[in-house]
């Protein structure tokens, strides 16, 4: 059987004991390397193992410093401090169906240990889309060492966060990942944070150089598979129709009783020098949701929709709100969970449109408890943003911001995906495709995090659901930019 040499992270040999007695015992491991962060002596071997000595494992050096290190046939890197259970054969298992793909890089879902409770740990399926940085593979990743080398070749750029994430992308311009979903290892979970929480890493202030250095190596990967786009935009004519309004404020809702009012007030509250209405679409509320929105009847600028059908999510209740004739010219989102952060939110946004000349235009939030009082990470600015690589970027992050508002004619003509969870993103990528997008940075937004979040606490296969479809649509985005660029 083919061989493979193991690289391990090592802090101390207490904490890498029994991660290494586990790589001892299988027989398909030719050599155990360790790498470590002590630069206070030179070490070349540890407990007699090998050791490279770098700043940290996700490096570009380190990717370099196994390439040169590694002679096996394979190349088995982990990524945790913590101890690895190897699943019983599992890594003839990996060996097996890595003879039998010839794929560049597999990875396996795991079991997780947490207080003493064994929970399963499924992993989805990459493709063309998975462009995440923080896609998740596991902590126990298989490359062909062949394949491994040939990437570390084309690594030109030198990263200090991005070094494993920029060869990943390298290895799928030319072998295929390969997701083995037979649970082939045990590890410890170390983040014990709900989903709600981890929703907003990306886009922290404290991991801002991270992802510049993301930014830069989707970047060029986006150019050496033809789908990356230039600053160069269709214009935008504004009076091409004409609309009962200046802007229509939506707002799709279901069962949120005890948030709508805070919401509808926020729009009413609204200072514009033009003509502006709410359209709401009570998606079939039971909680008293549909009596909180009738006591605002009397006014004129309401108007309450319930839909015929049954069958729409988020995205649906969108296009019924967008379809009806009293829409106004410019679309604007407002969640019915949240508020506008002033009465001057919706003349901000209005402005915006004419100033950029965009097709759509998105503003800045704070993320708020229940009570509205700001929680971290604070304000979401989405500074990344560049009218240079915005739209590239893009396919990399896993949203725009909010609020988001639309050109009511270019929104008609693409429609919103009929699903509640990644429909802006799909309507994003799709306007940024051919259209700017503008942005304001000043908060218009308070985006209230409470138990009631769609997405506070996901178990891990709603959340692998959410993820596979956030791929699917970038797979998608990525292929339509492709046809772009023949």
Request: aromatic share 10%; net charge negative; with cysteine.
């Amino acid at each position: 059987m083919a061989t493979i040499d193991a690289f391990i992270p090592y802090e101390s040999l207490e904490q890498v004991q029994s991660t290494l007695n586990e790589m001892k015992s299988s027989p398909v491991i030719r050599q155990i390397h360790f790498i470590t962060t002590d630069h206070s002596t030179e070490i070349t071997s540890i407990e007699g193992h090998p050791a490279i000595t770098t700043s940290r494992t996700t490096a570009t050096a380190t990717m370099k410093q196994i390439a040169n290190a590694a002679q096996a046939d394979y190349i088995l890197l982990y990524l945790k401090y913590l101890p690895l259970q190897l699943g019983y054969l599992g890594l003839e298992r990996m060996l097996r169906i890595a003879e039998d793909t010839q794929a560049g890089m597999l990875y396996a879902d795991a079991y997780q240990w947490e207080a003493n409770q064994k929970k399963a740990h499924p992993l989805i399926d990459y493709q063309q889309g998975s462009l995440r940085d923080d896609f998740d593979f596991g902590s126990l990743l298989l490359f062909r060492t062949q394949a491994f080398k040939a990437a570390v070749e084309q690594m030109h750029e030198t990263f200090e966060y991005a070094g494993l994430y920029d060869l990943r992308l390298k290895i799928s311009q030319t072998n295929s990942l390969e997701h083995i979903n037979e649970y082939l290892y045990s590890e410890i979970e170390s983040d014990k944070r709900a989903s709600g929480e981890k929703l907003f890493d990306y886009v922290d202030p404290k991991n801002r150089i991270v992802q510049l250095e993301m930014e830069q190596a989707c970047t060029n990967h986006l150019k050496a598979v033809n789908a990356y786009l230039p600053a160069e935009f269709e214009k935008i004519q504004f009076d091409e129709a004409s609309f009962p309004a200046e802007a229509s404020v939506i707002i799709p809702v279901y069962n949120r009783v005890k948030t709508i009012e805070d919401a509808i007030r926020s729009v009413f509250n609204q200072k514009t020098d033009f003509r502006f209405n709410l359209i709401i679409i009570d998606n079939h509320s039971t909680d008293g949701t549909t009596e909180v929105i009738k006591r605002y009847a009397s006014d004129s600028r309401l108007i309450h929709l319930i839909p015929n059908r049954f069958d729409l999510g988020i995205g649906g209740c969108w296009n019924m709100g967008i379809d009806h004739p009293q829409c106004g010219k410019f679309a604007v989102q407002l969640d019915s969970d949240d508020v506008y952060s002033s009465e001057n939110t919706l003349q901000a946004i209005v402005n915006a449109f004419y100033e950029q000349k965009c097709g759509m235009v998105v503003g800045s939030y704070c993320i708020t408890n229940f009570a509205m009082q700001t929680i971290p990470p604070g304000i979401i600015d989405h500074k990344e943003w560049t009218e240079e690589n915005g739209r590239n970027n893009a396919l990399r992050i896993n949203g725009f911001g909010a609020p988001r508002a639309f050109y009511t004619s270019l929104l008609r003509q693409l429609h919103v995906p009929n699903t509640s969870y990644g429909e802006d993103y799909a309507l994003g990528l799709a306007v940024s495709r051919k259209y700017r997008i503008g942005r304001i940075y000043d908060v218009l937004y308070l985006c209230r995090r409470w138990e009631d979040n769609s997405d506070a606490a996901l178990d891990v296969q709603k959340m692998n659901q959410h993820n596979l479809y956030k791929d699917r649509i970038r797979t998608w985005e990525l292929k339509a930019r492709q046809q772009m660029n023949l």
